[in-house]
């Protein structure tokens, strides 16, 4: 099995920043493809970001630009960096990674507000 552990949620104001970390273990296949969705009240899950072992990325196009995701292939780790939040962006946010199946952490809230 594999276990994806998030942290770094949390209330921010709108135009802040927050960075959300992922740690992989267990079974976890060092070349998975990880990233982050997300899943805002009465809305579908819906994909932030990914990046594969060699660092590229793929973003949701109405992201790109306030959310910057990385990883750190030693400590089987993903991160997101956000920027600017909005309400907009309150949702709780799921880690993710893909080798032969999806693989998700339990998630982390995220709440934007003044």
């Known amino acids: 099995q594999v276990q994806l552990v998030e942290s770094g949620g949390g209330l921010v104001q709108p135009g802040g920043s927050l960075r959300l970390s992922c740690t992989a273990s267990?079974?976890?296949?060092?070349?998975?493809?990880m990233g982050w969705y997300r899943q805002a009240p009465r809305k579908q899950r819906e994909r932030v970001a990914l990046?594969?072992?060699?660092?590229?990325?793929m973003y949701n196009d109405s992201l790109k630009g306030r959310f910057t995701i990385s990883r750190d292939n030693a400590k089987s780790t993903v991160y997101l960096e956000m920027n600017s939040l909005e309400s907009e962006d309150t949702a709780v946010y799921y880690c993710?990674?893909?080798?032969?199946?999806?693989?998700w952490g339990q998630g982390t809230q995220v709440t934007v507000s003044s």
């Open positions: 993710y990674s893909f080798w032969g199946k999806d693989y």
């Open positions: 267990g079974n976890f296949e060092r070349t998975s493809t």
């Open positions: 990046i594969t072992v060699d660092g590229s990325t």
